[in-house]
Nanobody, 120 residues
């Protein structure tokens, strides 16, 4: 069974920083794209950042210049470094991955989410 386990969320003051981690484990042949999404109370889940297996990155305009996504392929782990945090960044952050699993099947999986709260 494949799972994504996120960590690193918490409470921080505006202007502060947090680093989220998301580790994949289980029957994984390879991981393709990985990304971070977030969902604030009463709002739909939105895409935050993505990274390809080759390390190409993309960001939502709302976080560009403040957040950095990276990955360690040897550890099947993706990170999200969040700097200059704002109260509007408060949300549950979810990790997502496209991977090739057993029998070479293309699959997609979500993590359980980690809460990030930014106080003003």
């Amino acid at each position: 069974q494949v799972q994504l386990v996120e960590s690193g969320g918490g409470l921080v003051q505006a202007g502060g920083s947090l680093r989220l981690s998301c580790a994949a484990s289980g029957s994984i042949f390879s991981i393709n794209g990985m990304g971070w999404y977030r969902q604030a109370p009463g709002k739909q889940r939105e895409w935050v950042a993505g990274i390809t297996s080759g390390g190409n990155t993309n960001y939502a305009d709302s976080v560009k210049g403040r957040f950095t996504i990276s990955r360690d392929n040897a550890k099947n782990t993706v990170y999200l470094q969040m700097n200059s945090l704002k109260p509007e960044d408060t949300a549950v952050y979810y990790c997502n991955a496209d991977y090739v699993g057993q029998f070479r099947r293309q699959m997609n999986i979500w993590g359980q989410g980690t809460q990030v709260t930014v106080s003003s």
